[in-house]
């Protein structure tokens, strides 16, 4: 070993000088925050939300005869994902006003969704149209 200098146990906060401690702690500042506003934003679609810190330290030996190791250690956060909507779409035709043929399309609501209906599958029914336009 080398002759001035202190070695101690390896312990989490000496890894990459204190670094990766550092980073591990922004992780979970993140995951806390990120998933506070994820549940607040998607309220009871977010189900069982949650944020996971996966970390991960790999010891290596580098040389048996001078007892040399490699430490290197891998931090990722993994946020949840947007939940999945559906939009309701209605086969269809319309004329190509460039050329003129009829084209084979889909149409949705362009008013969006109806409230109380998160999974924006309604669609309304030609009475309803009929009614709203009267109104």
Not at 54 to 72: A, F, K, L, N, P
Request: net charge negative; hydrophobic share 35%.
């Amino acid at each position: 070993m080398t002759t001035g200098n202190t070695f101690v146990p390896l312990t989490l906060e000496l890894i990459e000088e204190g670094a990766f401690k550092k980073a591990l702690d922004r992780h979970i500042a993140e995951a806390q925050a990120g998933l506070v506003e994820f549940v607040e934003t998607w309220g009871e679609r977010s189900g069982k939300a949650k944020a996971v810190i996966d970390m991960t330290i790999e010891i290596e030996c580098q040389s048996i005869e001078d007892g040399i190791y490699s430490v290197t250690p891998k931090l990722k956060l993994k946020m949840p994902a947007r939940p999945p909507r559906t939009t309701a779409a209605m086969s269809g035709s319309q004329k190509n006003p460039r050329t003129g043929e009829t084209e084979l399309c889909m149409f949705v609501r362009d008013t969006g969704s109806t409230p109380g209906d998160p999974n924006q599958m309604h669609l309304p029914l030609p009475e309803e149209e009929q009614l709203r336009s009267e109104a």
